[in-house]
């Protein structure tokens, strides 16, 4: 079937011209597909049945349209990470677990024209010449390319998929992610314009929990998301969108994460959401917040909320600002005032573990309150870690905003079913 699925492909290529076709809509190439193949597959006199036809059109409108053998796990809603390594393994993580499947390419070249054909979509390329990529599909879901030289084995695929569902704080309390107290504690964060650090390790959950903090803000305020590959999905109107770009094939042209934060000042925003701090950019980040941008929110790669005020300092570290310690932590501490910790356990479930309250400076340590947190108990029998939310009944230091926004008794009410 391959062998024959390989010579209609070929014929296919040597008979249309793909330019023609980027002028027509999606099903129109799809039928205009079908039908060249099936004209093929007859003039070969190639005995397949009507199922074989179908499975071997499907497949070839999937290499010249879409990803090739990967559509089938695209449409899959259970599945959260693809990772190809090379034309003969493709992995999956499902439920937190990783299993390897039985898809296969045909060879790195389609793996090759694949990745290609993902970050050409939104300007990018990936070559010898520029051998590592970052990208997305036209959904949200992050892509991430590292071609050979440096890929030994062939290029390497990873797809952070997103939910064509989207998740939301009511669907995490569902999944036992959170509490609906820790819920209800979250959305007034949201919405009582609190700044926001979401913390967590790779895989922890970070982004969509951005996403579901951002469900609260108000929709009449204007909104700046800057992100290295477009993620978010704002639902409010006001929404203006920002991506970096990397350098072009001279080495120059290059706009940076610190670039957007930036020009972010100039934009007229209320809030400024930013994907992942990760650079220099968090000293832009932490001057809007202290310059009337409140309620801006980013995410950053953590263990706790103590390590996420380190790295905090350390990026600042790395934009070369020659500030003394204490200076630079005033800085944060006047500046963030909760991180949320996302955490994926041995399991592989995700909690959040987290939520802590910057409380402002002692001596020259940043001091920090947890005003929520979740509490491993053990495990059951199937091996599943069991635990608990809770509140510490700690008084938050943000309460006059909350009732400066009216939501004081939303607050007590959650702290109060929290400790029940």
């Known amino acids: 079937m391959a062998e024959i699925k390989l010579n209609v492909f070929n014929d ?175 959305e007034i964060i949201g919405h009582c314009r609190i700044n926001t650090i979401v913390s967590g390790g790779t895989g922890s959950g970070k982004t969509t929990l951005l996403n579901c903090l951002t469900n609260y803000i108000d929709r009449t305020e204007r909104i700046i998301t800057c992100e290295d590959a477009a993620e978010l999905q704002l639902q409010q109107p006001h929404v203006v969108r920002l991506e970096t770009r990397p350098p072009n094939l001279e080495g120059v042209g290059a706009v940076t994460m610190r670039d957007l934060v930036r020009n972010c000042l100039r934009m007229r925003p209320e809030r ?30 953590a263990n706790n909320p103590r390590e996420c005020v380190s790295r905090l300092e350390n990026m600042i570290a790395m934009g070369g600002y020659n500030l003394p310690a204490k200076t630079v932590r005033e800085h944060i501490a006047g500046a963030i005032q909760v991180v949320v910790q996302s955490a994926r356990l041995r399991d592989g479930s995700r909690k959040i573990t987290h939520v802590s309250e910057v409380m402002g400076m002692e001596g020259e340590v940043v001091t920090l309150q947890d005003l929520f947190v979740y509490e491993i108990t053990g495990e059951d029998a199937q091996g599943r870690i069991t635990g608990r939310h809770r509140f510490t009944g700690l008084r938050p230091g943000f309460w006059d905003r909350v009732r400066y926004f009216g939501k004081e008794r939303d607050l007590a009410e959650a702290m109060e079913a929290g400790n029940a």
């Open 12 to 186: 296919l290529m040597a008979t249309v011209d793909l330019g023609e076709f980027a002028k027509l809509d999606h099903k129109s190439v799809r039928d205009a597909i079908s039908e060249i193949v099936s004209e093929i597959i007859n003039m070969r006199n190639l005995t397949l049945s009507a199922a074989e036809q179908q499975m071997v059109i499907t497949e070839i409108c999937n290499d010249v349209l879409g990803l090739g053998p990967l559509e089938p796990l695209l449409a899959r809603d259970d599945i959260a990470d693809i990772m190809v390594n090379g034309a003969d393994k493709v992995y999956i993580e499902c439920n937190g677990k990783i299993e390897l499947t039985d898809i296969r390419f045909r060879d790195n070249q389609q793996l090759m024209n694949i990745c290609q054909r993902i970050v050409s979509a939104i300007g990018r390329r990936v070559d010898e010449a520029s051998p590592i990529c970052d990208a997305r599909l036209a959904d949200g879901s992050r892509v991430n390319v590292i071609a050979p030289p440096l890929s030994i084995d062939g290029p390497a695929l990873t797809i952070r998929k997103f939910r064509r569902d989207r998740l939301t704080l009511d669907k995490l309390v569902k999944f036992g992610t959170i509490t609906p107290a820790g819920g209800r504690l979250l």
């Open 272 to 301: 400024i959401i930013v994907g992942e701090v990760r650079g220099p950019e968090a000293f832009d980040l932490l001057q809007a917040m202290n310059t009337g941008h409140d309620g801006s929110m980013g995410t950053i790669h």
